[in-house]
């Protein structure tokens, strides 16, 4: 039987774009809308920022770490996808309002994972 789609993405989908002392970004390209989300093979940051045409999307997702006190923080998320051409935006945007949800999810399933490793290592 052949798959509807494929798994919810993660993490380990994405290409590490830059990483500063406060912040992560991550980057993902493709066709969301297709069943199999349309990836591209993005094996760099310059892989990443070469990509600049076609019916794809760019993705990326950041993670920034904000102090609250000496011993607390807070990590706040951030995603912005940029359409690479009209037909990729016009299929995107119908996406976008019908996946939005599920990329809460995403992200709040990625903020609880990054909280149980640094609570493991404390």
């Known amino acids: 039987m052949k798959r ?3 798994p919810p ?12 002392g406060h912040a992560l ?45 000496e011993s607390r ?3 706040i998320t951030e995603t912005r996808v940029l359409c690479l051409s009209d037909k990729a935006r016009q299929r995107f945007t119908p996406y976008w309002f019908l996946i939005r949800p599920v990329s809460g999810l995403l992200r709040r399933r990625m903020l609880w994972n990054i909280r149980r490793v640094i609570e493991q290592q404390s």
Do not use: Q
Request: hydrophobic share 50%.
């Open 25 to 69: 970004a991550y980057g993902l390209v493709g066709a969301f809308w297709h069943a199999d989300y349309g990836l591209r093979s993005i094996p760099s940051p310059d892989a990443f920022m070469a990509v600049r045409e076609g019916d794809l999307c760019k993705l990326v997702l950041g993670f920034t770490v904000a102090p609250i006190s």
């Open 73 to 75: 923080c807070r990590l």
């Open 4 to 6: 509807l789609s494929a």
């Open 9 to 20: 993405l993660d993490l380990e989908d994405f290409t590490l774009l830059a990483r500063t």
